[in-house]
C-alpha cells in the first residue's frame, strides 16, 4: 500500500524558510515522478512542483519559482521542498503526490499545513 | 497557463439521481484530463485520467466524457459517499492546472 507522510509545516514569518519532507513507503519510490500540490484554506488546488523520478527534471509554478527548490533523496525514499522567501498567499496544506501518466497525482499524503504570518 | 472552468460551483441532487458536472478548458488540452473528489478534512483522490478511463476500484456509476476542451463527469446513481468537491485538472502542458470544484451537496 502507498504510503506518504509529510512533515516540516508549521508557523514562520513573512520573509522566512521551511523545509517540507514527504516519506514514501510501500512502492519504488526511486520509478516515480513526485510532486507537491496545495492548497489554501477553504480554496481550489494548485499544482506547486514536479520532480522526475531520476532527479533530473524540475518544473514550477510560477507563483513559487525562485523561491522554491523541490528535490528528492531516492536511497531515502523522500521527497522535500524548501521554501524560501515565504508570503501570506503560500499559506496552504502542502500535499505530496506520486506523479504517473505524464501528470497525474495518483496516491496522495494526508498534507502539512505552512501557515505564514507575523 | 491553461485555465480550467467548472460548472455549476454547486449542484444538489438527491441520493440515487445523476450529477453531471462540467470542465472547460481555456484552449485544447486533448484527452489530457483528469478528476479527483475531495470530502472534507481529506486529501483528494483520483478517479478518472484520459478524460474517460475509471482508476482502478472507481466504482463504474462515474463516466467521464468529452475531448479538447469541453468534459463532463457524471455520476449516475448518486451515493452518500458521493457527496465531495470535484476538481477536474489538465496535464496536457505545464503547469498542470485545476478547476476550481464543483461542491457536490445532498438535496
Known amino acids: 500500500e502507498v504510503q506518504l507522510l509529510e512533515s516540516g509545516g508549521g508557523l514562520v514569518q513573512p520573509g522566512g524558510s521551511l523545509r517540507l519532507s514527504c516519506a514514501a513507503s510501500?512502492?519504488?519510490?526511486?520509478?516515480?515522478?513526485m510532486s507537491w500540490v496545495r492548497q489554501a484554506p477553504g480554496k481550489g488546488l494548485e499544482w506547486v512542483s514536479r520532480?522526475?523520478?531520476?532527479?533530473?527534471?524540475?518544473y514550477y509554478a510560477d507563483s513559487v519559482k525562485g523561491r522554491f527548490t523541490i528535490s528528492r533523496n531516492n536511497s531515502k525514499n523522500t521527497l522535500y521542498l524548501q521554501m524560501n522567501s515565504l508570503r501570506a498567499e503560500d499559506t496552504a496544506m502542502y500535499y505530496c503526490?506520486?506523479?504517473?501518466?505524464?501528470?497525474?497525482?495518483?496516491?496522495w499524503g494526508q498534507g502539512t499545513l505552512v501557515t505564514v504570518s507575523s | 497557463e491553461i485555465v480550467m472552468t467548472q460548472s455549476p460551483a454547486t449542484l444538489s441532487v438527491s441520493p440515487g439521481e445523476r450529477a453531471t458536472l462540467s470542465c472547460r478548458a481555456s484552449?485544447?488540452?486533448?484527452?489530457?484530463l483528469a478528476w479527483y473528489h475531495q470530502k472534507p478534512g481529506q486529501a483528494p483522490r483520483l478517479l478518472i485520467y484520459?478524460?474517460?478511463t475509471r482508476v482502478t476500484g472507481i466504482p463504474a456509476r462515474f463516466s467521464g466524457s468529452g475531448s479538447g476542451t469541453e468534459f463532463i463527469l457524471t455520476i449516475s446513481s448518486l451515493q452518500s459517499e458521493d457527496f465531495a468537491v470535484y476538481y477536474c485538472?489538465?496535464?496536457?502542458?505545464?503547469?498542470?492546472?485545476f478547476g476550481q470544484g464543483t461542491k457536490l451537496e445532498i438535496k
Open positions: 484552449q485544447s488540452v486533448n484527452s489530457n
Open positions: 510501500g512502492f519504488t519510490f526511486s520509478n516515480y515522478a
Open positions: 520532480i522526475s523520478s531520476s532527479n533530473i527534471s524540475t
Open positions: 503526490a506520486t506523479t504517473s501518466g505524464g501528470g497525474l497525482a495518483d496516491s
Open positions: 484520459r478524460a474517460s
Open positions: 485538472q489538465q496535464y496536457n502542458n505545464w503547469p498542470y492546472t
